[in-house]
């Protein structure tokens, strides 16, 4: 059974950064699609970026393009989300998200079967 430990979030003024992290236990994260999710307070929770499995490719959602990189380290199984020049429309409970398939295409738009407990991201000066 797959298991994902987020961490990194916090608080940081606009334009700061920060590295999100997405810890797997038990299968190898490297045969998963790897989605970071997030949800602000009042709104629905949106997809921010994928990575396939197998060294596939990656997508962001048009607000993060540019500024938000999805990697992976598949000797830590971890994934990480770096996200730079922070704005305050950022804000909220980041979730990673996983599910096995084999192609080298990710996608946002579907279920999603592992989740993790989610950090908090909060962008204020």
């Known amino acids: 059974q797959l298991q994902l430990v987020e961490s990194g979030g916090g608080l940081v003024q606009p334009g700061g950064s920060l590295r999100l992290s997405c810890a797997a236990s038990?299968?190898?994260?490297?045969?998963?699609?790897i989605g970071w999710f997030r949800q602000a307070p009042g709104k629905e929770r949106e997809g921010v970026s994928c990575i396939a499995s197998r060294g596939g490719s990656t997508k962001y959602a048009d607000s993060v393009k540019g500024r938000f990189t999805i990697s992976r380290d598949n000797a830590k199984n971890t994934v990480y989300l770096q996200m730079n020049s922070l704005k305050p429309e950022d804000t909220g409970t980041y979730y990673c998200a996983a599910y096995r398939r084999l192609v080298r295409t990710c996608e946002l738009l579907r279920s999603y079967a592992y989740w993790g407990q989610g950090t908090q991201v909060t962008v204020s000066s």
């Open positions: 038990g299968p190898s994260l490297d045969d998963y699609a």
